[in-house]
């Protein structure tokens, strides 16, 4: 038997952005590559292994791409480190961060009976399972989605469709 978890995990050692061709002002958001890569693994592997170690039907819920606050510190789509500390019981050491779109979504979770009653049933995750950020002249980044630039859009939109197949025969 695959688990959910095994499956989730090892999509996401797979996704190499690298290949995707992005306009040059665009970079790719992948949590599990760069400085705190390792950590952000651990964090991922405690969240996955302790809510989709099974094989379960799972109802499928997609948002649009993950951002750098939620799914960029800690590789869960909805996900900050606030809430993977305080509400699903994953330790994030000294990563902090707040993720508006986090703190709805848990919301929902905690409406629905809580984290183990809704990943029981859901698997949430995004269209695109990468998010971006748009580099300013300046170097700030900020979030951006895929959609907000049509050459960002054809880029990715291969990689989106194969990524929504996979989903689709889980």
């Given at each position: 038997?695959?688990?959910?978890?095994q499956?989730?995990?090892?999509?996401?050692?797979?996704?190499?952005?690298?290949?995707?061709?992005?306009?040059?002002d665009?970079?790719?958001?992948?949590?599990?590559?760069?400085?705190?890569?390792d950590?952000?693994?651990?964090?991922?592997?405690?969240?996955?292994?302790?809510f989709?170690?099974?094989?379960?039907?799972?109802?499928?819920?997609?948002?649009?791409?993950?951002?750098?606050?939620?799914?960029?510190?800690?590789?869960?789509p909805?996900?900050?480190?606030?809430?993977?500390?305080?509400?699903?019981?994953i330790?994030?050491?000294d990563?902090?961060?707040?993720?508006?779109?986090?703190?709805?979504?848990y919301?929902?979770?905690e409406?629905?009976?809580?984290?183990?009653?809704?990943?029981?049933q859901?698997?949430?995750?995004?269209?695109?399972?990468?998010?971006?950020?748009?580099?300013?002249?300046?170097g700030?980044?900020?979030?951006?989605?895929?959609y907000?630039?049509?050459?960002?859009?054809?880029?990715?939109?291969?990689?989106?469709t194969?990524?929504?197949?996979?989903?689709?025969?889980w």
């Amino acid at each position: 038997m695959t688990t959910w978890a095994q499956r989730i995990l090892e999509a996401n050692e797979g996704f190499d952005p690298q290949s995707w061709n992005l306009p040059p002002d665009v970079r790719a958001l992948n949590p599990f590559e760069g400085s705190e890569s390792d950590r952000i693994r651990s964090i991922n592997e405690a969240f996955y292994r302790k809510f989709y170690n099974d094989d379960n039907p799972r109802k499928l819920i997609l948002g649009i791409n993950p951002g750098r606050l939620g799914a960029g510190a800690t590789g869960v789509p909805f996900t900050d480190t606030k809430r993977m500390e305080a509400i699903c019981g994953i330790d994030t050491g000294d990563l902090r961060t707040h993720e508006p779109s986090s703190v709805f979504v848990y919301e929902v979770i905690e409406a629905f009976g809580g984290p183990k009653a809704f990943y029981d049933q859901l698997f949430i995750h995004s269209v695109c399972p990468l998010g971006f950020v748009k580099v300013k002249p300046n170097g700030s980044e900020v979030n951006y989605n895929y959609y907000d630039d049509k050459i960002l859009e054809q880029a990715v939109l291969p990689n989106i469709t194969d990524w929504l197949h996979r989903l689709a025969q889980w």
